[in-house]
């Protein structure tokens, strides 16, 4: 089933009811959504879009990029959507290796992303701003080149017709050896996970989705958005998280979702109390570890218990604390219905509950490989067909999933992965840089913050800035290191390998208040 068809079925019938209302208080009903997708859908098709073309996808959040997501799905091409931070080499990269056929960006990268999309002959480039929808006064001018030439578009009827094991969207994940990996996810791994997320978090047609998350990762596209679709889709869409719009909006919402940041930035706003969650029934965080103090803290002012749950871009959700009975702090809460999970032991026999082990699953939400990446995706599965997270964790004896690390080298900043290798590999590039380590530390606003710890070169000098703004032109902003220090040799254990653990306890207390 074509999971766009899916979201359509359960819209109202009343084609005038609001479906999305922005935070300046524009609206989008059932009626423009259809009519919207329809011309997107038509004009992706005139461009030569067959199904299971690929559509990149790199704008700010707006409610025209949730209108091109939902037509790619329509017309059966695959979504693409990349991160706004992410620079040219990423970009190249990306388009290179998906070889889209469509790619619409915001018109700032214009400039740069222009000559990378023509040498890499992508065949269609449109550029979509931030405009809002129902702007009367700015139609014209505000609109995008694709909006614009797109409602030109005779409306398409109905959808292209798929099957559960073709392709919706590919995900970029970085990964541990540094090279980024296309996670292919079908209608049915995105229908099945949302589904059960409906059901499983009590969705009624009362809910309002408060949306702040960005619309390019799991979280926000998959776990809130396609959440709330499959519920009729009434949601107050932010375009940003941003702590004092966000509670303003709770008066008129009843479910949030949100990494551990954002419930760390709500509690830092004095304003924010248990009045200002009255009309709310249920928050949830995920994507990095809720620290149980966040988890005490959040409680104790609202009388509200967070529901954290669990999951993954290859997998989209696979445990969740429960909506009613125990919502256990420090743990992710059980395997969601239809999601076998289970804890092995490095030489594959499952563990005890009580003993750590590799976290493990099966399930019609796991994704269907990693693009154009056969072997990759084979050492990913163990040889019973479950998938590998590359998390560490134990089961409680009455069920509880609690994670208690990684086995990769990851780390999660303000939700966001940042894999060290991918780091290294830029720093052991610069002038003067003999050999690096990136490292995760904590920090009180992001979670984990990344941080490089450099050896220079002999009769080298390494400055930090010099560093820093070296790297920024090359990387997403969140990957690049908030610290670099400079030593003279890196620890490392008997086998010569760099003992991280070392100098993540070295640096700990970097982003310590003073
Ligand atoms: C921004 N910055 C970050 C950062 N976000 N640095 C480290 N980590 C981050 N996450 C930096 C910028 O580079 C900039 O630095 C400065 O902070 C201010 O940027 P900003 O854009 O103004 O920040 P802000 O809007 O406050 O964004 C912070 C944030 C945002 C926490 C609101 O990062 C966010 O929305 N994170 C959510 C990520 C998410 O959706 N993850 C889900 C992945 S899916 P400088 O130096 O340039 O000034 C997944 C699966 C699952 O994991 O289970 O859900
Ligand atoms: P991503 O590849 O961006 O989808 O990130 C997935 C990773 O985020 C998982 O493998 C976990 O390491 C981490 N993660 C997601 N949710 C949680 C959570 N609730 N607690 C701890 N880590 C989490």
Same mark, same amino acid.
């Given at each position: 089933?074509?999971?766009?068809a899916?979201?359509?079925?359960?819209?109202?019938?009343?084609?005038?009811?609001?479906?999305?209302t922005?935070?300046?208080?524009?609206? &989008?009903?059932?009626?423009?959504?259809?009519?919207?997708?329809a011309?997107?859908?038509?004009?992706?098709?005139?461009?030569?879009?067959?199904p299971?073309?690929?559509?990149?996808?790199?704008?700010?959040?707006?409610?025209?990029?949730?209108?091109?997501?939902?037509?790619?799905?329509?017309?059966?091409?695959?979504?693409?959507?990349?991160?706004?931070a992410?620079?040219?080499?990423?970009?190249?990269?990306?388009?290179?290796?998906?070889?889209?056929?469509?790619?619409?960006?915001s018109?700032n990268?214009?400039?740069?992303?222009?000559?990378?999309?023509?040498? &890499?002959?992508?065949?269609?480039?449109?550029?979509?701003?931030?405009?809002?929808?129902?702007?009367s006064q700015?139609?014209v001018?505000?609109?995008?080149?694709?909006?614009?030439?797109?409602?030109?578009?005779?409306?398409?009827?109905?959808?292209?017709?798929?099957?559960?094991?073709?392709?919706?969207?590919?995900?970029?994940?970085?990964?541990?050896?540094?090279?980024?990996?296309?996670? !292919?996810?079908?209608?049915?791994?995105l229908s099945s996970?949302?589904?059960?997320?409906?059901?499983?978090?009590?969705?009624?047609?009362?809910d309002?989705?408060?949306?702040?998350?960005?619309?390019?990762?799991?979280?926000g596209?998959?776990?809130?958005?396609?959440?709330?679709?499959?519920n009729?889709?009434?949601?107050?869409?932010?375009?940003?998280?941003?702590?004092?719009s966000?509670?303003?909006?709770?008066k008129?919402?009843?479910?949030?979702?949100?990494?551990?940041?954002?419930?760390?930035?709500?509690?830092?706003?004095?304003?924010?109390?248990?009045k200002?969650?009255?009309?709310?029934?249920?928050?949830?965080?995920?994507s990095?570890p809720?620290?149980?103090?966040?988890?005490a803290?959040?409680?104790?002012?609202?009388?509200?218990?967070?529901?954290?749950?669990?999951?993954?871009t290859?997998?989209?959700?696979?445990?969740?604390?429960? &909506?009613?009975?125990?919502?256990r702090?420090?743990?992710?809460?059980?395997?969601?219905?239809?999601?076998?999970?289970?804890?092995?032991?490095d030489?594959?026999?499952?563990?005890?509950?009580?003993?750590?082990?590799?976290?493990q699953?099966?399930?019609?939400?796991v994704?269907?490989?990693?693009?154009? !990446?056969?072997?990759?995706?084979?050492?990913?599965?163990?040889?019973?067909?479950?998938?590998?997270?590359?998390?560490?964790?134990?089961f409680?004896?009455?069920?509880?999933?609690?994670?208690?690390?990684?086995?990769?080298?990851?780390?999660?900043?303000?939700?966001?992965?940042?894999?060290?290798?991918?780091?290294?590999?830029?720093?052991?590039?610069?002038?003067?840089?003999?050999?690096?380590?990136?490292?995760?530390?904590?920090?009180?606003?992001?979670?984990?913050a990344?941080?490089?710890?450099l050896?220079?070169?002999?009769?080298?000098?390494?400055?930090?800035?010099q560093?820093?703004?070296?790297?920024?032109?090359?990387?997403?902003?969140?990957?690049?290191?908030?610290?670099?220090?400079?030593?003279?040799?890196?620890?490392?254990?008997?086998?010569?390998?760099?003992?991280?653990?070392?100098?993540?306890?070295?640096?700990?207390?970097?982003?310590?208040?003073k």
């Amino acid at each position: 089933m074509n999971l766009y068809a899916l979201f359509e079925a359960r819209f109202s019938t009343d084609s005038t009811t609001i479906l999305l209302t922005g935070e300046d208080g524009r609206s &989008l009903s059932v009626g423009e959504l259809v009519d919207a997708t329809a011309r997107y859908a038509a004009f992706l098709q005139s461009l030569g879009v067959q199904p299971g073309d690929r559509v990149a996808v790199q704008v700010e959040k707006s409610v025209e990029a949730v209108l091109l997501y939902l037509a790619c799905l329509r017309a059966g091409a695959v979504y693409l959507p990349l991160n706004t931070a992410y620079r040219e080499s990423e970009i190249a990269y990306f388009l290179s290796d998906a070889t889209p056929k469509v790619v619409v960006h915001s018109p700032n990268d214009t400039e740069w992303l222009a000559p990378i999309a023509a040498s &890499l002959n992508v065949r269609h480039r449109y550029s979509m701003p931030a405009a809002p929808l129902s702007d009367s006064q700015n139609v014209v001018e505000g609109r995008s080149d694709w909006d614009q030439n797109a409602r030109k578009c005779s409306p398409m009827t109905g959808f292209v017709h798929r099957e559960d094991d073709d392709l919706a969207c590919i995900l970029y994940t970085s990964g541990t050896t540094g090279r980024s990996k296309g996670a !292919m996810l079908t209608h049915k791994n995105l229908s099945s996970n949302a589904e059960t997320l409906h059901r499983t978090w009590g969705f009624t047609e009362s809910d309002v989705l408060l949306h702040c998350l960005p619309l390019f990762h799991v979280h926000g596209l998959f776990v809130a958005l396609n959440t709330i679709l499959l519920n009729g889709g009434k949601m107050i869409f932010h375009r940003r998280f941003d702590a004092s719009s966000a509670i303003s909006a709770m008066k008129r919402a009843t479910v949030f979702m949100g990494v551990p940041t954002y419930y760390t930035r709500l509690l830092a706003d004095p304003n924010f109390d248990a009045k200002c969650c009255e009309h709310m029934r249920l928050f949830v965080s995920g994507s990095a570890p809720l620290l149980p103090e966040t988890f005490a803290a959040f409680k104790q002012r609202t009388g509200h218990t967070i529901l954290e749950r669990y999951g993954m871009t290859e997998t989209g959700m696979i445990t969740s604390n429960p &909506l009613h009975g125990e919502r256990r702090g420090g743990t992710v809460g059980f395997a969601l219905a239809g999601v076998e999970v289970r804890v092995a032991h490095d030489d594959g026999s499952i563990a005890k509950p009580g003993d750590i082990g590799h976290i493990q699953l099966k399930g019609p939400n796991v994704l269907a490989g990693y693009w154009q !990446m056969p072997e990759k995706t084979a050492e990913e599965f163990t040889s019973d067909g479950f998938f590998n997270t590359g998390d560490m964790g134990t089961f409680s004896a009455d069920g509880y999933l609690s994670i208690v690390g990684r086995s990769k080298d990851l780390v999660i900043s303000g939700g966001y992965n940042v894999y060290p290798k991918e780091i290294e590999l830029m720093l052991d590039k610069i002038d003067g840089v003999a050999e690096s380590a990136v490292i995760g530390i904590p920090h009180s606003d992001f979670g984990e913050a990344v941080a490089a710890v450099l050896v220079p070169k002999p009769h080298a000098t390494l400055e930090e800035a010099q560093i820093i703004s070296t790297l920024k032109k090359q990387l997403a902003n969140f990957k690049v290191p908030k610290r670099v220090f400079v030593v003279q040799e890196l620890p490392r254990n008997a086998m010569g390998k760099v003992q991280k653990n070392v100098l993540r306890h070295q640096y700990a207390d970097t982003f310590a208040p003073k």
